[in-house]
């Protein structure tokens, strides 16, 4: 009975999963329309504090996001099927193409298909800052750490520390203040150490496992090695899918070209260049987390050995990519909360909620740039329907009640007839 109440809920985290696009920018943007602005599961200030503190997080931080979501709805078994509920479509999806990778033989026109769903993302993109901007900035302190970090955001967008470095030296920035907060204090949570056990013993599990495999050579020490290699990225990636791709591109093509593992390490774990790169433009195309390009990347490790191991390459990517994700946000949320009762803390936010808006501009103008300027081709159409997506995106948003997925699919029809 208690799980019926929420089945609402659960609904729209699935038609939020098959419509966002972007990555966790473009995905907030929907989040703010599903969740905030339509259903009212969450205020804007929570879901900007949940984005502002999963930005320091390692891992997925849009599905850390939506994990709190249903965490502050339902508690911990909530938390888990929002989790699930999410995820499974984009694995679905990335696990389907590494199968049908070898046949296809055009492999530009996928990734063309969905060619206005990029620039649709960044409207999302620029909503988001406009809706966030109307609380959070509110004062010439503000107003400055909005500029300062939409700057280095445009400036040092694929480095990995830049977005917690932004956040955490706002919060610092702000403490400086004499604004008057509310003398109140926030009820305290038991804080549940187990997640927390659960990250590490895994942790240390994995590694040792991976290390005792290769060393001792074991026939079947491929899933072994694919656990722990995702399980590190999802444990240490800062900066969400841009970071943890490149990270991917080095461990199974750049290293495996290196002397040391061509002569100590034959039977590493290696993916083709255009293959690896192809579900790299792939993941870009469909909705859902970015990081399920974990998916394709574990099938494509294992492929060589047969469709049941490609199979088996595809669970152990999905798990192992996610499961850090939620056992650090559903262990440090409860230690947030607690933390939250001081003063300091509440100066902090004030910085970090602006520092957010921040991150988000210089997101918007950086991505801007991408997906209208970077690849012009000879032709000028190209960046100026671009743009004109964006806007449009932005203004259906803003004066409008259409709800993300018909944007989505509008955006879809206008690459079919374009």
Not at 210 to 217: G, V, Y
Not at 311 to 333: D, E, K, Q, T
Request: one cysteine or more; aromatic letters at 14%; a positive charge.
């Amino acid at each position: 009975m208690i799980l019926l109440r929420h089945i609402p809920f659960l609904k729209a985290v699935f038609i939020h999963s098959i419509t966002a696009f972007g990555g966790p920018q473009g995905h907030f943007g929907m989040m703010l329309k599903t969740f905030v602005n339509q259903r009212h599961d969450v205020t804007e200030k929570e879901l900007l504090e949940y984005s502002a503190f999963c930005q320091m997080l390692p891992g997925a931080s849009s599905t850390q996001t939506l994990t709190l979501i249903g965490y502050k709805r339902g508690g911990i078994s909530l938390a888990i099927l929002t989790l699930l509920i999410w995820i499974t479509p984009a694995c679905l999806l990335m696990g389907s193409f590494s199968f049908l990778l070898d046949y296809f033989h055009d492999r530009s026109i996928n990734i063309t298909a969905f060619k206005y769903v990029q620039p649709m993302a960044v409207g999302f993109i620029a909503f988001s800052c406009y809706k966030i901007s109307k609380f959070s900035i509110t004062n010439t302190i503000t107003r400055v750490i909005m500029v300062a970090g939409a700057v280095l955001t445009f400036i040092f967008f694929r480095t990995p520390w830049i977005f917690p470095a932004i956040i955490v030296a706002a919060g610092i920035v702000t403490n400086f203040s004499n604004r008057r907060y509310p003398d109140q204090e926030i009820i305290s949570k038991k804080i549940k150490w187990g997640n927390i056990l659960i990250f590490f013993a895994v942790f240390l599990i994995a590694a040792s496992l991976s290390e005792t495999a290769r060393k001792n050579n074991w026939r079947d020490r491929g899933p072994f090695n694919l656990f722990e290699n995702f399980y590190r990225f999802g444990s240490l990636v800062f900066g969400g899918g841009d970071v943890l791709m490149p990270m991917m591109y080095n461990q199974y093509v750049e290293r495996i070209e290196t002397k040391q593992v061509q002569k100590n390490n034959r039977a590493a774990l290696k993916i083709p260049k255009t293959d690896i790169l192809t579900g790299f433009g792939m993941v870009r195309a469909i909705p859902g987390p970015v990081f399920s390009i974990g998916t394709f990347t574990g099938g494509m490790a294992l492929r060589e050995k047969g469709p049941q191991w490609q199979l088996l390459g595809c669970i152990i990517g999905s798990i192992a990519i996610f499961a850090p994700s939620a056992l650090l946000v559903l262990f440090f949320f409860p230690v947030w909360h607690n933390l939250k009762r001081y003063v300091v803390i509440f100066r902090s936010l004030e910085g970090i909620n602006a520092a957010v808006v921040g991150i988000m501009l210089g997101a918007t103008i950086f991505l801007t740039k991408t997906v209208s300027f970077d690849l012009l081709d000879g032709s000028f159409i190209i960046p100026l329907i671009n743009i004109g997506v964006i806007a449009a995106t932005f203004c259906l948003l803003t004066f409008t009640k259409i709800r993300a997925p018909f944007i989505v699919l509008g955006c879809i029809l206008l690459t079919l007839i374009g």
